[in-house]
């Protein structure tokens, strides 16, 4: 009987490439679909890269969170795992709160840039684009475009 | 009589030599730290600003040899102090239209807009005894050579890190990652270019341009699984650890300086590749930097404790402008 599989999510907008222990040429996740993984061939992802620590491929709902708690990560309070609403739920906080929030993970750059679009379309207080201009000095959260 | 350091003076040639650990000769060597020595025991506001003229111009040197980083990947601007760099950025334009016969066409206009940057200051402020530096206690190289590695890397760590922040947000075919170098997520990145462009440059870290020969290989029986790999490219990695060429993109180096900060790591990331397209000119790059001036110093004496300082200051900035398109690619390599 084969082994059951479980969907490996890449929900980013670029591809990701994952090799396996029978695939050594590796596979393209292409962005926005997923591939279909053993429990082994995902604990091998884990083993050899930072792809599913870091929030770039996830499983589906349970299981994500079976895996992250194995790997001690707080899913409801980190940012790399956060959906759109969740993170727009931060944002909304004052800025000390804010401030607190992004220097305490080890937030990636592509969650990085994504809060700052978010930011860019709420109408954030100064105070709070002042926190997020110190984490992205060159993003421009002024303009329009 | 009074002795004026210039950019193009000797000394700055001896000294700066010194500061990157290269073979002196011991006379030119003994003749500069006695010129150091002459200055330092005669401490007047001119023969201490000569010092740091001297340390100025060294590091201004050194910031600006060290790696390709920028010649390769940004679009570089140097001005003058108190100006500013505009950089030109294209947007889309002109569009036609598919429409019945004597209808009118909607007007677009070719686009674009100009990116102006304040800039920034890296900064560093070494301190010496003067009663060390007179006596040959202390060495006028190694203070250039630790202020400007410093401020290297601090202002690399940031450029990279202008950089790195925004590359994955242009997603694909600008945008990749993966456990390791996989071909398939790889390859569509540089033929993107190859297609747009009409070829590419594969710029990495020699650690990581030197996996691309893997990726070379071929199977030719599915069922055998055995990958075949061509003679020259074994040959090609042993005799030079990279292959000169992978899928028609040329592979070059990058010049990774060793941080000096007691530990091995490397000023820039070792793990990422840069797919640079051909043909394209350097103002198309959506990293654009911008240096005001060169380094400048200014120097102080306290009196409480005979430290003598120097603060050396380089104006800069870095920005991202992808316009039309980012015209560059980034793979990261998320193998541990």
Known sequence: ?145 | MAIEIRKDSQIVDVVLAEARHERLDSEVRENANQLIRDLASDPNPNNKYQIAQLVKFAVNDIIKRDTNYLDVLADVKRVGFGDKAEFDVKLPGVKAFIQAKGATTPRTKNSRKTLSLETLSVSARPVINIVELQNGLANAADLINDASYQMECAMYAFIENVLVNAADDWGTPYYGTGSGLVKSTLDPMIMHWIRAAGGAVIFGDIGENTKLAQLTGFVANSTAGTQQFAGNIINEQNQNAVIGTYLSAKVVNLLNPLKEDGTDAFVFDAKKLFIVPTNIDAGMRPLKVVFEGDVFSTEATNIDDLSWEIRLDQYFNAAIAKGIRPYLGMYADSSV
């Open chain 1, 1 to 145: 009987m084969s082994e059951a599989k479980m969907r490996l999510n890449n929900p980013k907008k670029f591809d990701v490439g994952i090799i396996t222990p029978d695939k050594p040429y590796g596979i393209n996740v292409r962005a926005g679909t997923f591939t279909m993984v053993t429990q082994d061939e995902l604990d091998y992802i884990m083993a050899t890269s930072t792809l599913l620590q870091d929030g770039v491929l996830v499983l589906n709902g349970e299981k994500q969170k079976e895996l992250a708690d194995a790997m001690g990560i707080e899913l409801e309070n980190n940012a790399n795992f956060m959906s759109d609403e969740d993170i727009k739920k931060k944002l909304s906080g004052n800025a000390n709160q804010l401030r607190k929030w992004l220097d305490s993970d080890d937030i990636k750059p592509y969650v990085l840039s994504r809060i700052a679009e978010l930011a860019k379309g709420m109408n954030l207080a100064l105070s709070k684009i002042q926190v997020l201009q110190e984490k992205l000095p060159n993003y421009d959260f002024l303009s329009k475009d």
